[in-house]
């Protein structure tokens, strides 16, 4: 977590209703927008994230975030999302229960858990002007301009910015998908 995240949790878990409204008010919308491309749904999106921004004010004393601020706000955004999905598709079909217990379909969604996990950690390590950059274009949706007069920098540094994140990212992904490999190699022979 950097230093200004740090000082917005303090001030979060310090029931600090200014920090806490200006830091809602500044996110809010990108969360949103991430919640909606998982949902499909506004109502339900905007019902995600105002439950764990809750929860960060009603439990954020007794939480200890180790990532950044952002990057754990993404993640619980993401489990209740698919919480949500897991639950739409278990109301909205009446699926006999033994599709419902196939181990194929758990353990996709135990693989497509752990792949989020793995990239929001995987952008958390990125260098702090490279994460910044990257965020504010893959999820606030802002042009390489509207990121470079935000920022005070030129537009070819934020492509710079941008295609390290991306190799950074591809680099951790494809390392992710040689560890699968070993690990079912190993574990499931024939």
């Known amino acids: ?11 979060i878990q310090e029931k ?3 920090i806490f409204e200006r830091y809602y008010k500044e996110h809010y919308k990108s969360f949103f927008l991430m919640a909606c491309r998982y949902l499909k749904d506004a109502g339900q999106a905007s019902e995600i994230v105002n439950d764990v921004f809750m929860k960060l004010w009603q439990d954020g004393s007794g939480m ?5 601020l952002k990057s754990y706000i993404y993640k619980a955004i993401i489990n209740r999302c698919l919480n949500a999905l897991n639950k739409s598709k278990r109301e909205g079909f009446h699926v006999e229960l033994d599709k419902v217990r196939d181990v194929g379909y ?4 135990i693989e497509d858990n752990e792949l989020m996990v793995k990239l ?9 002007k490279c994460r910044q950059v990257f965020e504010m274009s893959r999820f606030e949706e802002l042009k390489q301009q509207e990121i470079a007069d935000k920022l005070g920098i030129s537009i070819k540094t934020v492509k710079n910015h941008i295609t390290l994140a991306l190799k950074q990212l591809n680099q951790a992904a494809l390392k992710s998908i040689l560890f699968s490999l070993l690990f079912f190699t190993k574990f499931f022979r024939l």
């Open 64 to 68: 200890s975030i180790d990532s950044s």
């Open 16 to 18: 600090d209703t200014a």
């Open 1 to 11: 977590m950097n230093q200004q995240e740090e000082i917005i949790w303090r001030g």
């Open 106 to 109: 758990e353990m996709k969604q």
């Open 120 to 128: 929001y950690t995987a952008i958390d390590s990125l260098p702090e």
